[in-house]
C-alpha cells in the first residue's frame, strides 16, 4: 500500500495540479517525472524523458540508482515467446514436410517425426491448421497484440481444425496420406462417419459447410453479407458498362445507316426522271455486273478445264454512280431501277443475215414477233408502300429490321430486308405461307440469304406481269457475244437482264415442271435460239416426243439426225446408238490422241489445211482396207498382196443433242435400258460432244432416279404441285412457289444457289416459221441406222457382238462333250448371267442343241472338239 506520493518537475517542485498533469500527458522536460514510496520503504522514481514514459529506476535509500529488472519488462517476455513460437512453427512445418510413416528419414529427426506422427494420426491434413494457428499467433506476438491466443481463438481453431478433419475423410475415404494414415486422421475418421450416420453423405458436407462458414464469420471481420453485396456491386457495374458499349455500337451503327442512306439521295432524286426518259445515251454500253450471262469467257474453253457454267449473281451489282447527302427525314428503301434491255441492234443487221460460206443463212430474227414487253413499269410510292407493309408484317412475327433495297423486276420484285442483330435465318425462312396470307399476294418466295450479302431476299409478284419475248433476248448485244458450242437464251432473271447459257458446259440439263407451267415453251425457247447460232454441220439434234405433237414442229430441218421419235420401243433403240456413237466417237480420239470432241476437229482442220499428216490422225486405219460387216458397220482389215489401202477421209464431228420431252413415259415403257443407256450418256458423253436434255412433268422418284440425277448437276424447275416434287428436281423446296407460265427455278453446274429466271416466250407460229426457214435451206440427211435392231445376244447396251468369250466358251464346250451353264460358270470364272446369254447364242448359232429336260438341263453339243 502507497504510503506517500508526490509528483516534481524540475529540480524545483512544482507542485498542484498543473504539474501533475503536464507529467500525466507526458510534456518534454529534463527533470520531469514522479517518485513514490513503496511498501518495503525504499525510494522509487520514474522519469518522463523526451522517449515517453522510460524503465523505472530503483533508487537506494542513500540515492544510488539500481539495475533494471529484466523479468518485468513486457517487451522482452514477447520477444522470447516470439522467437520460441517462431522457431516451433519452423520445426513442425519442416517434420510435417518431410514426414513419412513407412520410416523415410525426417528433417527435424526423431523428435519432429514423432511430433509429425502425432499431428497427422490424430488430425490427418488438418494438422497443418495447427501449424498455420501457431505461425499467426507469433506474428501478431511480434506486433505487440493482446490476448493472442484466448478462450474465442483456442474454440474456433478446434473447431474448424475438426470439422476439417471430417470433411477431409468423407471427401478422400479410401485414401491414404504420409505413407498409410487417414486423410482427416482419428478423429475425422469417427467425426466424419457420425455426421454421415446422422445426415447422410449430402447432408454431412451441408452441416460441415455450414459450421466451417459460421465459425470464420464469428472469428474474422470477413462478412458473407457485405461480400455478396460487392459482388453484386461488381455485377451491376459491369452490366451499366455493357449496356453503355451496346448503345455506343448501336448508335454508332444507326449513325452508318443514316450516313449509307444520305449518300443514296441522288438516286432517289433522280429515279422518277429516270424511268421516263429516253435511255439512248447509254447506246451499246453494257454493265459489266448487269448482264446475268451464265457464260463469262467470250471465246470457246476446253470443256475438261471447266465443265460448269458459272450462274449469274443473285442480285445484281451496278457500278455506283456520284453519291449525294440525303436529306435528314429521308429514310426509304433505295430502289434500283431495271436496266433497259430492248432492241439495241440496227434494223438492217438485225433482219439480214449474213450468209455463211457454204451457202447456209441463220433464221432472220423477222421471224419472231416485234412484241416487247418494254422497260418494266415503276411506281415508287407502291414500291415504298409494300416495303412498309412488309416491315410490319414481319415485325408483327416477330422479326425486326428494314428494307434497304428493292429490285423490280417484269414479273416479281425484290425487297432486300436486312434483319435486325441476332434474327435467325430460320425464323424469317419459314414464313412464306404467312407473308403471301399478310400480303394477299399469289406466291412469296424467301431467299435467305442473298449470297455475297447480309440481308435476306424477299419475292412478292408484280400486280402487273410483263412478258419475255424471245425476240427481245436475241435482238440484245450480249446474245452475239456468247461464244459457246452450244448457246442457248433461257429468258430474264428478276432484275430484267437477259440470261444465257452454254449447254456445253451444263453438260446435261434436267427440266421439270407440272402440265401448263411453261415446260413446253421452254424447251422450244432453247432450242429456237440453239438454231439460231449453229449449221447442221455443228450440231445435229436427236428427238424422242411421248406426246407425238410437242416436238413435231422441228420434222425436217437439217439438224435432224432422223425424224422425230415418237415410238417408245425405237427410242430405246435411239438411245442405244446414242450410247455405240460415244463410244465410236471415243475410239476417234483416242486414234487420234485427242480429249475431247473440240481438239479432235482442230486437228481435224489442221489436216485439211495440210498442216498434219493424216496419218496422225487416224493411226490405227493407215495401210488398211475399208469394209462392212453383216450389220453396215463400217470396218478395217489389213490389206493383202495387190491391194491398195483405201484412201482416209478425215471427219469433223458436230455436236449431238438428244432431248427427250416427256420421260416418265419411256421410263414406263423400257425403264431399265432407257436408265442405263441414260447414266452412261450423262456419265461420259460430255467429252464426245454428246448433251441431254431431260423434260418430264412427273419428278418422282421412280423416273428421276438417284443414278440419272445425280449425273445432272444442272437443273431446271418450273412450278411444280408440291414440295417433294421440288425436293425431287432441286434438292430443296422452293418451285411449288412459283408464279408459272414460264417462271422458273435454275440450279446452274457447280453451284447450290438458285437463280430465279423468267423464261422467254416464243408461240407456235414463230418456231414454226424458224422450221420453215431452215427446211427452205436444205433437206435433212437422216442415219437410218440409228433404228436397226441391236443384236439381242450383244451383252448389254455398247458391248460388241463379237465377245471374246464366246469362242473360250465354245471351245469349252466342244472339248466337254456337253453344254450347261454351271460348266461354263466355273471354266470361265463368269456370273450366271454372261454364262446364260453365251449358252443361248451358242444354241442361237447351232453349236449346241436346245436344253434337255431329261439330263439335267444338258445340251447336247453339235460340233466336234477343237
Known sequence: MLRNYSVNSGPSARGGRSAAGRSRRGGPGEGSGCRFVDPRGAARSVRVGASGLGAPRTTSAHGDIAAPDLGERPSARREVLGLVGLASTILLALSLWSYD?????????????????LLVGAFGVAGWVLVGELGMATFRLFRGKRGILGVATAVSTLVIVLVGCGLLHLAMEGTEVYGGHLPGGILGEVLGEVLRSLFGLAGAYVVGVTVLLITLVLRTPVSIVHGVARLTGLARRGAERTKEGARALVDAWEEARELERAEREDDDRTLD?????????????????AAADVEDEPDEVDEEEEPAAAAPEPAPKKKPKKKAKRSAGDDGPRIVAPKETGPRRSATKASSPVPRLDGYEPPPIDLLDRSYGGRVRVDPAVLRENAKRLTEKLESYGVKGRVDEIHPGPVVTMYEFEPASGTKISKIANLENDLALALAAQKVRI???????????????????QIVYLREILEDDRWDSQK?????????????QPVYSDLAKMPHLLVAGATGAGKSVGINVMLASLLYKRTPEEVRMLMIDPKVVELAVFDGIPHMLLPVVTDMNKAALALRWAVDEMERRYQLFADAGARNIKTYNQRVDKVRKGELPIEKLMRSKAGKIRGKDENGNEVW???????????????????IVVVVDEFADLM??????VEACIARLAQKARAAGIHVILATQRPSVDVITGMIKANFPARMAFKVSQSVDSKTILGRVGAQNLLGKGDMLLLPPGSSDLQRVHCAFINEDEVAAVCDHLRAQGKPVYDERILQPRDESDGGVGQ????????????VVANAG??????????LSIGYNKAAKLVERMEKDGVVGPASKKAGGRREVLISPI
Open 818 to 827: 456337253y453344254c450347261s451353264i454351271s460348266h461354263l460358270q466355273r471354266q
Open 800 to 811: 460388241k457382238s463379237d465377245d471374246p468369250l464366246y469362242d473360250k466358251a465354245v471351245a
Open 668 to 673: 414406263m415403257v423400257a425403264a431399265k435400258d
Open 447 to 465: 431467299v435467305a440469304p442473298i449470297p455475297g450479302k447480309a440481308r435476306v431476299g424477299i419475292e412478292l409478284p408484280n400486280d402487273d406481269r
Open 101 to 117: 510413416a513407412r520410416g523415410a528419414e525426417n528433417l527435424v529427426g526423431p523428435v519432429g517425426s514423432s511430433l509429425a506422427g
Open 484 to 496: 459457246g458450242a452450244l448457246p442457248m437464251a433461257l429468258g430474264k432473271d428478276i432484275a430484267g
Open 273 to 289: 426522271e429516270g424511268l421516263d426518259a429516253d435511255d439512248g445515251e447509254d447506246g451499246g454500253d453494257t454493265d459489266d455486273g
Open 637 to 655: 482389215a489389213e490389206a493383202t498382196e495387190g491391194e491398195a489401202p483405201s484412201e482416209l477421209t478425215p471427219e469433223r464431228l458436230p455436236y
